[in-house]
């Protein structure tokens, strides 16, 4: 018999934490931004206001799947009191941490919760999940649960393939001359060097400089950083910090002699890394070291991490990571409803999304 639970962070044990990373590790679907230490300091820092709570699924002591929601309100959106999956300036994909071969179980416990619980759990609004999971799948056949999707993209991934093909190599011949032609620019400033910085190295030090080159480019001017922002700032510090002592955190430089002249934060959650925050040094822009900084990452999986099964950018399809990853991640937005008013009102809501949309009422 499985257990659903809903319960706050602060009604959660030390062993609870314990089972979430656990899972997070073991999960068939990566969502860093489920990372217990990302969540735990995006709840202090950036919506302390909204806190979100964490929907666990549990078969006696083991723990199958996790997510984290927040409450909302009835609104043109969604017409009826109803969760969110847990959304910040700084998630941008939601979903479901869980076990491998457990996705008809899960999804049978999901719809008994929202078949059976209060209004609010007759509806949970969804950002950026893979649209392509067997979990999404089991949750939208069978289980008399409804999917009314909002919006659709494509991600830019890396997908370990068959045959010991590496990395690098599936990069497009074109883009590959370009950046070996950035990289000999470069190179004429100084020696080249990547470096990749996990566990305790990846310390407050290289969290620091990856801020202040984040900074450094369009987003400082813009005001958009998150230096720019003492509880961005402080947000990415305390999680960074977390995540590393978990070996979750991975920040990659590349250097020209002894300077970073770029670097990426990333995250590693299942069997996949995601890209987080990218940020180069404007002194050395004619090189495009933030593209060439990736291109390094994608040279070192192989090696690095010989067991990934996918590098997910995080980034937009029409971003430069584009141009660079080969493969296409489906990511879907919308509404999970069970029952039969939640859906009519649902569908009657829908003429009012261009308002809803303007006035905030979906994020």
Known sequence: MLRT??????????????????????????????????????????????????????????????TCLQRRAANLFVPVPHWRAYRHLHAFQSGILHLPGEAGAIAGAFARLMHRGSWRERAIVWHNV????????ALR????????????????V??????????????????????????RRLQERGDVSLRILEGREADSHAASRHLTLEDAGWKGAQGSSMLAS??????????????ADRGHMVFVE???????????????CGNALSGFKTGWDADFANASPGKLNEWHLLQALDGRWPGLALFDSQAHEDSYMG???PDRQPMASGILHAGGLPRGLIAAARPLRPLAYRRGHDN
Do not use: H, M, Y
């Open 141 to 156: 056949e069978g289980t008399g649960l409804r999917w009314s999707q909002t919006g659709f993209s494509r991600r830019p």
């Open 323 to 325: 141009e660079l990853l």
């Open 158 to 183: 890396l997908r370990r393939i068959p045959g010991d093909v590496p990395a690098a190599a599936r990069v497009r011949p074109n883009v590959a001359k370009d950046l070996r032609r950035r990289s």
């Open 5 to 66: 639970r809903l319960r706050t962070l602060d009604e959660l044990t030390a062993a609870d934490f314990e089972a979430w990373d656990g899972l997070a590790r073991a999960t068939a679907a990566s969502v860093p931004f489920l990372l217990p230490g990302f969540v735990q300091a995006a709840a202090r820092w950036l919506t302390p206001d909204a806190p979100p709570v964490v929907l666990t699924i549990e078969r006696g002591s083991d723990l199958l799947a996790l």
């Open 254 to 268: 590349t250097l020209c002699g002894d300077r970073v002249v770029a670097s990426s934060s990333n995250l590693l």
């Open 130 to 137: 893979a649209a392509d999971g067997e979990l999404w799948a």
């Open 230 to 243: 003492g509880a961005e700032r402080t947000f990415f510090l305390e999680a960074s910090a977390r995540l």
